[in-house]
């Protein structure tokens, strides 16, 4: 079914209309769509603009559509080219006439832009839920691991011992921010952009601050081009999912590693990892590897629908149907990923023995030998010279610090005493 025939002589080829259906995809807007209807047809009655008769019959179709929607009874209907033909070909069918009604003073246009405003406030509201659920789980792990201490990375090379809870906390920091990204995104999705309709707005007296109101919206898009033609929203959601996968992915990439025979810090629990059907005594950590991975679908995305919205001229054009791909893409992405990094790494075990063990002799106190001998009143520059010339010394005699006794100490420098020791990790 159409909403539209009445100027042609010929229907579309079936070609053609398979190439521009949408309700392949779009049908996962039907709650949105209903909702906005609602809201739309309420109002094309408080003004009188169709019969009130005409829109309470049409609001009481869109209440039985929406409890197929909620019950999972509504089975998109695959002869519409998308979702908002297909509920309307319902309404008419439950409500005769007056179904006729429903799309006065509207378009697509106006009806999508706001079906995927509405959808994405509820799908930012369920990332920044997961997104804090994850986070939980850093602080959860940063209680079980206190007093554990990690060798910190610069270079991919020991550089400086840290606490767990400053590792844990850089993730929850890094989760955090994509919390404030999301929140910020919010604001400019919240906004109401039906009563644009094709693009001109309409000379019927509609009320665009009561639909906004009904919605929850605390107002309307005051441009109507840019109402219809704006996914500016969009991109900066798929923008600040790819965020999250970044962040997702370095962790990954963390696990990945420390999980390995050659590290052996964590152990990743049984029931997040996978096996090998040839090697008996592989176990593999899948779900790492494809936070990793699934972070290129998502920033194919990003790059999808920058591509979609590049060079287009105003207002609506067609090629913005395909947004939705990468919306839900992204959406999806991002929140199954929060949910399983959350369940694995909650399971997540440190081993405290292997990690001292990597840290033995690494000279990561360096830098604390050095300050060491500052506050002993050596310049910094000549404090890291004379360390490291310990180390090197050390490297040689496959030593650590606290294997040389005071008098080789004093060798390097006789500003060291005896309380030298007792600034050393290890
Ligand atoms: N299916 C379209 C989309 O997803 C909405 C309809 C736009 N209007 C039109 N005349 N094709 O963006």
């Not at 659920?133 to 270079?155: C, R």
């Not at 997702?248 to 999980?259: C, G, P, T």
């Not at 998502?298 to 060079?311: A, E, R, S």
Request: proline share 3%.
């Amino acid at each position: 079914m159409k909403l539209w025939g009445g100027r042609f002589e010929k229907k579309p080829s079936k070609a053609a209309e398979k190439f521009t259906s949408s309700i392949f995809f779009d049908y996962r807007l039907a709650e949105y769509d209903v909702l906005g209807s609602i809201a739309h047809v309420k109002m094309l009655g408080k003004q009188k603009i169709i019969p009130k008769t005409d829109s309470a019959k049409i609001v009481k179709a869109l209440w039985r559509v929406l409890a197929a929607v909620k019950s999972g009874k509504f089975v998109p209907d695959t002869s519409c080219e998308d979702i908002h033909t297909d509920i309307e070909k319902r309404v008419i069918k439950l409500s005769g006439k007056s179904g006729k009604k429903m799309h006065t003073a509207r378009s697509r246009n106006d009806q999508i832009a706001l079906d995927e405003r509405m959808y994405m406030r509820s799908e930012i509201n369920d990332i920044t839920a997961g997104l804090k659920g994850l986070i939980s789980v850093f602080v959860k792990l940063a209680k079980e691991n206190s007093g554990l201490v990690l060798p910190g990375f610069t270079h991919m090379q020991h550089a400086q011992p840290v606490k767990f809870s400053a590792w844990a906390g850089a993730y929850a920091a890094m989760f955090s921010r994509d919390i404030e990204r999301f929140k910020d995104c919010f604001k400019r999705v919240n906004v109401m952009p039906l009563g644009a309709c094709a693009l001109a707005g309409t000379s019927l007296p509609i009320d665009r601050n009561y639909v906004a109101k009904q919605l929850g919206f605390p107002s309307p898009v005051k441009n109507t081009l840019d109402a219809v033609s704006d996914r500016d929203h969009v991109v900066e959601f798929i923008s600040d999912s790819a965020v999250v996968f970044m962040h997702l992915s370095r962790l990954a990439e963390e696990m990945v590693i420390w999980s390995t025979k050659e590290f052996k810090y964590i152990e990743i629990p049984d029931e997040y990892s996978t096996g090998s059907s040839i090697m008996p005594q592989k176990k593999n950590p899948d779900i790492f590897e494809l936070l990793r991975g699934k972070t290129g679908r998502v920033y194919g995305n990003l790059t999808g629908i920058l591509t979609i919205m590049k060079g287009l001229p105003l207002a609506y054009n067609s090629d913005m149907q395909e947004d939705k791909i990468h919306l839900f893409s992204a959406a999806d992405a991002v929140k199954e990923a929060l949910e399983i990094a959350a369940l694995v790494m909650a399971g997540v075990k440190f081993s405290r023995e292997n990690i001292r063990y990597a840290m033995k002799n690494d000279f990561s106190d360096a830098v604390e030998a050095a300050n060491y001998l500052v506050k002993k009143g050596l310049d910094f520059k000549d404090a890291h010279n004379v360390v490291g010339k310990i180390v090197l010394h050390c490297i040689k005699e496959e030593i650590g610090f606290n294997d040389l006794s005071l008098s080789e100490l004093t060798e390097f420098s006789d500003k060291i005493g005896q309380d030298f020791y007792g600034i050393l990790n290890q």
